[in-house]
């Protein structure tokens, strides 16, 4: 049974993201092991050059690194991903390298019709950056919109249609990480690439 992290990716106290996600470790706990992840509490990144990287950072990169793959929910602020995200993800990069060929599933939900498709693609750009390096799913967004009237009392997602297209992607998601596995030849120099990475020696 695959084992994944499944990142809550903002820092507010109630969120229909972590809702998602709760949901998705219910409904498929006798497919996959989903440990939530929090990313609140952690310092705001300055690239710093000597000081280490913070404790939280450190055991939110070993549990990326033993996962099997990444589930990221993304709500959308200003047509992009919050900043408590990006900040997340820039400590992630930062002298540890996790996602390196991690495959990661992208899910997303908003309070309006769109269900977070803007910041879906953002936060794919960022993690196909050369500091993360992330393998991300192909055809694989899935938009909840509406998200306020989205779940029942006990947190079901209550539209069938969308439970069926949830089941889908998580199917997929499952295939792409045995794929996945099968893909990793240059592993090795794609984090020694990662790692040595530097905007000021290009």
Same mark, same amino acid.
Request: charged share 20%; glycine share 4%; no cysteine.
């Given at each position: 049974?695959?084992? =994944?992290? %499944?990142?809550?990716?903002?820092?507010?106290?109630?969120?229909?993201?972590?809702?998602?996600?709760?949901?998705?470790?219910? &409904? =498929?706990?006798?497919? %996959?092991?989903?440990?939530?992840?929090?990313?609140?509490?952690?310092?705001?990144?300055?690239?710093?050059?000597?000081?280490?990287?913070?404790?939280?950072?450190? $055991?939110?990169?070993? #549990?990326?690194? $033993?996962?099997?793959?990444?589930?990221? $929910?993304?709500?959308?602020?200003?047509?992009?991903?919050?900043?408590?995200?990006?900040?997340?993800?820039?400590?992630?990069?930062?002298?540890? &390298?996790? =996602?390196? @060929?991690?495959?990661?599933?992208?899910? *997303?939900?908003?309070? *309006? +019709?769109?269900?977070? +498709?803007?910041?879906?693609? &953002?936060?794919?750009?960022?993690?196909?950056?050369?500091?993360?390096?992330?393998?991300?799913?192909? +055809?694989?967004?899935?938009?909840?919109? &509406?998200?306020?009237?989205?779940?029942?009392?006990?947190?079901?997602?209550?539209? $069938? @249609?969308?439970?069926?297209?949830?089941?889908?992607?998580?199917?997929? =998601?499952?295939?792409?990480?045995?794929?996945? *596995?099968?893909?990793?030849?240059?592993? @090795?120099?794609?984090?020694?690439?990662?790692?040595?990475?530097?905007?000021? #020696?290009?």
């Amino acid at each position: 049974m695959n084992k =994944f992290v %499944a990142m809550v990716g903002t820092n507010a106290k109630v969120s229909t993201n972590r809702t998602l996600l709760q949901f998705m470790k219910q &409904h =498929f706990a006798d497919q %996959a092991e989903i440990e939530l992840m929090e990313i609140t509490n952690l310092p705001l990144f300055n690239k710093p050059e000597n000081s280490p990287v913070p404790a939280p950072v450190l $055991a939110m990169a070993k #549990k990326i690194d $033993a996962a099997d793959g990444v589930i990221i $929910a993304t709500p959308e602020y200003d047509h992009a991903v919050p900043s408590s995200l990006m900040n997340a993800l820039e400590w992630l990069s930062h002298r540890v &390298h996790p =996602f390196v @060929d991690k495959p990661v599933m992208i899910v *997303g939900a908003s309070y *309006g +019709s769109l269900g977070s +498709s803007r910041a879906q693609a &953002h936060l794919r750009q960022i993690l196909d950056s050369p500091e993360l390096r992330a393998r991300i799913m192909p +055809s694989s967004e899935y938009l909840l919109g &509406h998200s306020l009237d989205a779940f029942d009392d006990q947190g079901n997602l209550k539209d $069938a @249609d969308k439970v069926a297209q949830l089941d889908g992607l998580f199917k997929d =998601f499952q295939t792409f990480v045995t794929v996945s *596995g099968h893909l990793n030849n240059a592993k @090795d120099l794609n984090q020694k690439d990662t790692q040595n990475f530097d905007w000021n #020696k290009l």
